[in-house]
T-cell receptor
Framework: DTGVSQDPRHKITKRGQNVTFRCDPI?????LYWYRQTLGQGPEFLTY????????KSRLLSDRFSAERPKGSFSTLEIQRTEQGDSAMYLC?????????????FGEGSWLTVV | GDSVTQMEGPVTLSEEAFLTINCTYT??????LFWYVQYPGEGLQLLLK?????DKGSNKGFEATYRKETTSFHLEKGSVQVSDSAVYFC???????????????FGTGTLLAVQP
């Protein structure tokens, strides 16, 4: 078990460019979550999937953000026309439902800097 | 809405000192409560949790008790070490569909710095 894996770990992009992050959850975990964390703040929920179904989206997820989990395994989070306010760490997490305790496991995050 | 409030940091302690990090919550219903820890350059790790009132979560010498009457989940450790230096996040969640833990709502985090 290799844990939740995120790629890339760091991304610097120019304002207006599109970026995509990938998350590979722990194998057999059917729930996958995306969070955003800015400096000095706690993670904020963006969206989550049960298998390939996107069950909830936060109001933080503007039209420029889209997340997919096409085969119920890995997920991508795309940000179109990036803005400086998008600079943050994007965290992916996974869990197994139903499972003992339903613990949510986090990846190490993908840092985005928009210049 | 549901929210978590933590004491602001940084909290600076000497090694072997007693630690308390306060956490209170506002929620409709009865959430599960968690403490996560984030070491420098790493992701979040679950430290401990409690799923109902009066439950005590414990791990690595850390403890927290779910107090419904005071809506609190304070983190404590009797003797901190330099290696405990990290950011600590209190969080809550509700059970969603199928009984699984739904989204987590985090506090802003408390930086703990332990000096030798």
């Amino acid at each position: 078990d290799t844990g939740v894996s995120q790629d890339p770990r760091h991304k610097i992009t120019k304002r207006g460019q599109n970026v995509t992050f990938r998350c590979d959850p722990i194998s057999e975990h059917n729930r996958l979550y995306w969070y955003r964390q800015t400096l000095g703040q706690g993670p904020e929920f963006l969206t989550y999937f049960q298998n390939e179904a996107q069950l909830e989206k936060s109001r933080l997820l503007s039209d420029r953000f889209s997340a997919e989990r096409p085969k119920g395994s890995f997920s991508t989070l795309e940000i179109q026309r990036t803005e400086q306010g998008d600079s943050a760490m994007y965290l992916c997490a996974s869990s197994f439902n139903p499972g003992a305790g339903n613990t949510i496991y986090f990846g190490e995050g993908s840092w985005l800097t928009v210049v | 809405g549901d929210s978590v409030t933590q004491m602001e940091g940084p909290v600076t302690l000497s090694e072997e000192a007693f630690l308390t990090i306060n956490c209170t919550y506002t929620a409709t219903g009865y959430p599960s409560l968690f403490w996560y820890v984030q070491y420098p350059g790493e992701g979040l790790q679950l430290l401990l949790k409690a799923t109902k009132a009066d439950d005590k979560g414990s791990n690595k010498g850390f403890e927290a008790t779910y107090r419904k009457e005071t809506t609190s989940f304070h983190l404590e450790k009797g003797s901190v070490q330099v290696s405990d230096s990290a950011v600590y996040f209190c969080a809550l969640s509700f059970r969603g569909r199928g009984g699984a833990t739904n989204k987590l709502i985090f506090g802003t985090g408390t930086l703990l710095a332990v000096q030798p």
